[in-house]
Every structure is written in C-alpha cells, then in structure tokens.
C-alpha cells in the first residue's frame, strides 16, 4: 500500500517570506513518481513537478524548489520569498505502476497556504 | 503544460436526474483518463480509471451502474452521474495522460466540475 502525508494542514506566512510543505510517503515500490500540484481558488489542479525515484537531484525552477530524500521518504516543497499570488492548496502526490496497467496517484490530503500582503 | 477541458464547469440539477461532465484533452491524445472527486476541504479520492477502448477500471466503494463512465476517443471520457442525489454534490475532476512505458507520463488536471443537486 502506499500513503502520502502532509503533516501541515494550514500555514500562513507574510509576503516574501520563505515556506516549506512537507511531503513523506510510504511505498513498497522501488520504481515510483512523486508529484506536486497546486490547487487555486478556482479549482483546477496545476501540475509543478514530477520525479522519478532514481533522481535525487534537487530541483529548482525560480521561486519554487523542491528537496527529495530517500533516506527519509520526504519530498519537501519550498517557496522563496512567496507572494499573495502563491495562496493555493498544495498537493503531494505519489504513483507508483499498480501492475494491472494503471497508473494511479495517491494525494495527501494537501496543505493550505495563505499568504498574507 | 497540457491542456484538459470540463464542461460544464457548474450544473445544478434536481434530485432524480442524470448528468453528464464531458472531459477532453485539448492538445494530445490521452490513453489514459481518470475521475476524481473532492469533497470541500478534502483531498482528491480517486473514482475510475479509463483507458480507451476498453471499459473502466473503478475504485473500491464507487457504484459503476452510479457513475458511467465512457472513453469514447483519445481525446474525450464522460462521467454520467446517474439519478443524482444531494449526497452527490460534490467537485469532479478529470485528469488525462499519456501512457508512457517508461512511466514518465504526467497527469494533467481539468478544471473541474461543481455538481449541486438539490
């Protein structure tokens, strides 16, 4: 089986400040993706990142980088300086091949972030 | 990133009726689509899975004869919410994909369907 967890389930921070969303999975499989999505008030899902398990690497794309750990199944989000526009729901998301051919994601319950002006 | 349609983005329907959230993919050709559903303040729960040409594969507690789904074309799936009730007034999200054997497929979320049924 295989679960995702974030711990933070609200987090407010002021204008330009730094954040980190913590994401720690379970899995069995050697061979899974990680994702993270963001979720705005309006609704619709918006695809960040995707990783696969074999790549360590850190990633950095402007304001959002994100930290990934095997050794402690973590994947961690971080927004630098944040601003207003970054208040959404943020989702982790695990897939691994269920072996009958679907590629199922399994998403934490997310984490809200207000950022305040 | 891909683009992936819902229409309509809101239907209010009477208690007894059946409604039907289209989803397509814009700008390639999904072999892969799936059903969510989110609940306010939830996380997504993961109804069906469909892959086209062949008939979906639901989730653990999701009625099929409830929630029919078609994946008609690589481009387009529908959910028919049949004989709706007020418990099943919730947000419905498509996501599509491109299945890849490798796995470096990515899901691409519409953006989604607010179903109220009074």
């Known amino acids: 089986a295989q679960k995702v967890t974030q711990a933070q389930t609200e987090i407010s921070v002021v204008e330009k400040e730094d954040v980190t969303l913590d994401c720690v999975y379970e899995?069995?499989?050697?061979?899974?993706?990680l994702f993270w999505y963001k979720q705005p008030p309006s609704g619709e899902l918006v695809f960040l990142i995707r990783?696969?398990?074999?790549?360590?690497q850190n990633e950095i794309s402007g304001r959002y980088s994100w930290n990934f750990q095997k050794s402690t199944s973590s994947f961690n989000f971080t927004i630098t300086a944040s601003q207003v526009v970054d208040s959404a729901v943020y989702f982790c998301?695990?897939?691994?091949?269920?072996?009958?051919?679907?590629?199922?994601?399994?998403f934490g319950k997310g984490t809200k972030l207000s950022v305040i002006p | 990133g891909a683009v992936v349609s819902q229409h309509p983005s809101r239907v209010i329907c009477k208690s007894g009726t059946s409604v039907k959230i289209e989803c397509r993919s814009l700008?390639?050709?999904?072999?892969?689509m799936f059903w969510y559903r989110q609940f306010p303040k939830q996380s997504l729960m993961l109804m069906a899975t469909?892959?086209?040409?062949?008939?979906?594969?639901?989730e653990q507690g999701v009625e099929k004869d409830k929630f029919l789904i078609n994946h008609a074309s690589l481009t387009l799936s529908t959910l028919t919410v049949t004989s709706a009730h007020p418990e099943d007034s919730s947000f419905y999200i498509c996501?599509?994909?491109?299945?890849?054997?490798?796995?470096?497929?990515?899901?691409?979320f519409g953006p989604g369907t607010r179903l109220t049924v009074l």
């Open positions: 990783r696969n398990s074999f790549d360590e």
């Open positions: 899995t069995r499989d050697t061979t899974y993706y």
């Open positions: 469909s892959n086209e040409g062949s008939k979906a594969t639901y």
């Open positions: 700008d390639f050709q999904a072999t892969t």
């Open positions: 996501s599509a994909s491109v299945r890849i054997p490798s796995g470096t497929d990515t899901q691409y």
């Open positions: 998301a695990l897939r691994q091949d269920s072996g009958a051919g679907s590629y199922q994601l399994t």
